[in-house]
């Protein structure tokens, strides 16, 4: 059962415009939420992070917006670019007996059109 | 530079023959794990390691073995590999979170792409 759910498979957007990509998850125990993204034949690279204690955090062109209540996570794009194009995964962790533990939602590609 | 490797990026072996995915980091990251990917279930964790000596079962451990003798290297076993177990693997490390309010990303190796047949 997956605790970190990204339902949107692809995301296609205007050079330009915002590029607003989903994150959900399941556990409350989950207190540091990170976006990656991933080109071709790489691997992920950390991209933003957001603790539980904060809602918003903003760098450069990427934003990451939490909604603890709902469960919900999210990254703004503005303004997207074709470099952008790639697929992100949002993943979470939670403290647990002093290990570390990621969890994966299963990625969105992005396309962004010139 | 600060990096994760892996090797060999690409394999196909045959049922049944055992191999070995090297993964190897130069940050002094004490934990490391392993991922794989598949279509439409994202990044699933295998084994993940604490420090050296120290490993335990992620998501999916079923058919995988790991080892952690030496802190800069995390070796993926699969002693008799299957077809189910074709997929793209991902080596990834980080400091290891000890207190609440340390937060650290993981380091990703760039993958190996295992076929088995």
């Known amino acids: 059962d997956q605790q970190v759910k990204q339902n949107s498979p692809s995301l296609s957007v205007q050079e330009g415009r915002i590029s607003i990509l989903n994150c959900d998850y399941t556990n409350s125990m989950f207190d540091y939420f990170l976006w990656y993204k991933k080109y071709p034949a790489e691997g992920p690279t950390f991209l933003i992070s957001?603790?539980?204690?904060?809602d918003k955090n903003e760098d450069g062109r990427f934003t990451v917006f939490l909604n603890k209540s709902a469960k919900h996570l999210s990254l703004h794009i503005v303004p997207s670019q074709p470099g952008d194009s790639a697929v992100y995964f949002c993943a979470a962790s939670a403290v647990k007996d002093n290990f570390n533990k990621f969890y994966f939602g299963s990625g969105t590609k992005l396309n962004v059109k010139p | 530079e600060a990096q994760v490797t892996q090797n060999p990026r690409y394999l196909i072996t045959v049922t049944g023959k055992k191999l070995t995915v090297t993964c190897s980091q130069n940050?002094?990251?004490?934990?490391m794990s392993w991922y794989r990917q598949d279509p439409g279930l994202g990044l699933r964790q295998i084994y993940y390691s604490m420090n050296v000596e120290v490993t335990d079962k992620g998501d999916v451990p079923e058919g995988y073995k790991v080892s952690r003798k030496e802190k800069r290297n995390f070796p993926l076993i699969l002693e008799s590999p299957s077809p189910n177990q074709t997929s793209l693997y991902f080596c990834?490390?980080?400091?290891?979170?000890?207190?609440?309010?340390?937060?650290?990303?993981?380091?990703f190796g760039p993958g190996t792409r295992l076929t088995v047949t």
């Open positions: 940050m002094n990251h004490e934990y």
């Open positions: 990834a490390s980080s400091l290891r979170r000890v207190i609440r309010t340390s937060y650290y990303e993981q380091y």
């Open positions: 957001i603790s539980s204690i904060k």
